[in-house]
C-alpha cells in the first residue's frame, strides 16, 4: 500500500506540473463525495444497530483524480469509511486508503488497461462490474484489459482479473471476452454480440467445499468443480420506430448455495443455469409501448459459492418492475432471483397533445414453481396546465411476496396506493436582477396514501419542496403509520427535515430523517435496510 500511495503521489505531482505548464496537453479532472451521519436512538422504530448503541456517528468519502494527456489516462480514487453501515447495514465498518487506481493507454486502434476497471458485456446479463454508492456496491475488477476496435461497427475486449472487495479483492481469477457487430439488412439494423465468462476458484475455496459436500448425504454429494463457464448471445435488431432486444446467457455447472422452495432450508448443489431475456419497443408520435419478458433458472453468477447477499456480484440481473422514486409507491421494491424467476412487463404511454400524457405499466412475476413472488398494477396521469403549473395523479395496486424478497416467512403483502404530485413556479423570469443572480421560486407538493392490512400497516404520506434555483432548496415530509397492522399496534410519525445549497458544481445538503425499515433500492438492484433516526450531511463538487 505505501509503494502504491507513493507511486500515484508521484503520478499527481506530473500531471499537475504537466497541467500548469501547457494546458492544452493534459486535463486534470476529479469529483468529492463525504457523507456524515449522527444517530438518534428511536426504540419504538426498532433502531438498535451498532451505530445507536455505540459509535453515534459515521462518515463516508471518495475523493477521485483523473488526468489524461496523449492517450494516456490515470485514475485514482482514495475511499474512507468510518464506523460506516453502508457496506453492511448492521456492520460499523471502518478503513480508509487508495481503493481504486487505473493506467489506460489509447494505441490507434487499441487500448490497453491496468489496474481497476469497470465494463459490462451487453446488457450486463452475463458480466457487469459496476459502482453504486447508494447502497454500497463497487465491483470493479483489478486486473488487465485490452479492446480492440478497428472501425464504428466492430468492437472486441478481453480482460482478467480478480474483483475488488472493500480494500482488497476476492481471491477467484475471472476472465472475460465480448465482441460486438454492427449490421444490417436494407432499412432493418442488428447490433450481435458475444460474451465469455470465466471464474476459477482459489485452493483454500476448494477445500472447504470438498468438506462441506463430504458432510451432505451419500445421495446429494457431488465432484467439484475449479471452473465456471459462461456464455451469452444478444442481439437488438431496430427498424423505423421498432426495436427488439433479445439475450440468452448459459452457465456449466458449479456448487452454489439455494433456498429450498418447500423447506426453506439453505442447501448446497450442483447446478448449471440460464437466462431468457427480451424486451420490444415502440413508438410513434404521442404513443408508445414497451415490453419485457425474463425466464431465470439457477442463473447465480458469484466469485464464490460463500459470498452472501450482494457481495462477490458478477452480473447484473434487470428487474421486471417499474423504477419509481415516491416514497410509498417505492417501498415495497423487487431485485431480480438469480436462483429463477419469470415474469413479464409491459408499459403504454400515450400523450394526445403536449400538455396531457397516460401512463400504464403491469408487471407479473413467478417463482419457477408457480408461486407468485409479484404483481404490479400502476397507472398515472399528468397534466401541464400553464409554464407554471404542472401535476400529476396515480394509482398503484401491489402484490408483493415478502416472505422471499425480505425473508419473512409465510407473508404477502397486498397494497393499493394513490397519489398525487403538483409543482408551481412562483416566477417565470430567469433574468438577472441588477446584475445579481435571480433565485426562481418553485414549490412541489406530494400526497400519498398506502392501504394493506398486512406488514406494518398503512401510510399516509406528505411533502412540501421549496425550491429557490439554482441555489436552495427545503423539504418537509412525513409518513404516518395511519392505520398500524396488529404486530405494530403504535401509530408512528416518519418525519424529515431537509436543506440544500448548491454554489456552481458544489452541494451542500443536510437533513434530519425517520425512515421505516425495509427495502432500499437503486437502478433495480436492492437490499433490506434496518430503520433510521437521524442527521446525514453530504457536500459533493467535481473539478
Sequence with gaps: MIKKLFYIAILVSLATAATAQDDTKGHLSGDVMINGTVYDRDTLIGTNTTQYLHEKSSAEAWFTLNYRIQGWSFMTRFDLYNNSPLLNPVEAYTNQGLAFYQIS?????????????????????????????????????????????????????????????????????????????????????????????????????????????????????????????????????????????????????????????????????????????????????????????????????????????????TDYLPALSKQLSMRLPALYSVSAQSQGEEGIQGEVTYSPNKHSTFDLNASYITQPNGDLLYRELYGDYSHVFSRRVKAEIGVQSLIYNFSVYEGHPGAVVHTITPFAEMSIRLNNSTKPNNGKERLTPSLRFELQYLSTKQDSGSYAYGLVELNLAPKFSFAVSDMYNIIPAHATPDKINYYSFFVGYTEKQTRFTIGYAKQVAGVVCTGGVCRVEPAFSGVRASLSTNF
Design 105 to 313: 493507454k489509447k494505441i490507434d486502434k487499441w487500448e490497453f488497461t491496468a489496474g481497476h476497471f469497470y465494463d459490462q458485456f451487453g446488457s450486463g446479463i452475463l458480466f457487469r462490474a459496476y459502482e453504486d454508492r447508494v447502497i454500497g456496491l463497487d465491483y470493479a475488477v483489478q486486473g488487465v484489459k485490452v479492446q480492440y476496435t478497428p472501425n464504428d461497427s466492430f468492437m472486441i475486449k478481453g480482460f482478467t482479473g480478480l474483483q475488488k472487495y472493500r480494500f482488497t479483492v476476492w481471491p477467484q481469477v475471472m476472465k472475460g471476452l465480448n465482441s460486438e457487430k454492427i449490421w444490417g439488412i436494407g432499412n432493418v439494423g442488428f447490433l450481435t454480440g458475444l460474451g465469455f465468462f470465466n471464474r476459477t476458484l482459489d485452493q483454500a475455496t476448494m477445500g472447504q467445499l470438498a468438506s462441506d459436500i463430504n458432510a451432505l448425504p451419500l445421495a446429494q454429494r457431488f465432484i467439484p468443480t475449479y471452473n465456471m463457464y459462461a456464455g451469452t448471445i444478444y442481439n437488438t435488431l431496430s427498424f423505423q420506430g421498432f426495436s427488439l432486444y433479445t439475450e440468452y446467457a448459459r452457465k456449466s455447472r458449479e456448487a452454489v448455495f439455494v433456498t429450498d422452495d418447500v423447506t426453506n432450508e439453505v442447501q448446497l448443489k450442483n447446478l448449471d443455469g440460464e437466462v431468457f431475456y427480451g424486451g420490444a419497443n415502440y413508438s410513434f408520435s404521442g404513443f408508445g409501448i414497451n415490453i419485457q419478458y425474463k425466464k431465470i433458472r439457477s442463473f447465480i453468477m458469484k466469485t464464490s459459492p460463500y459470498a452472501t447477499l450482494l457481495d462477490g456480484i
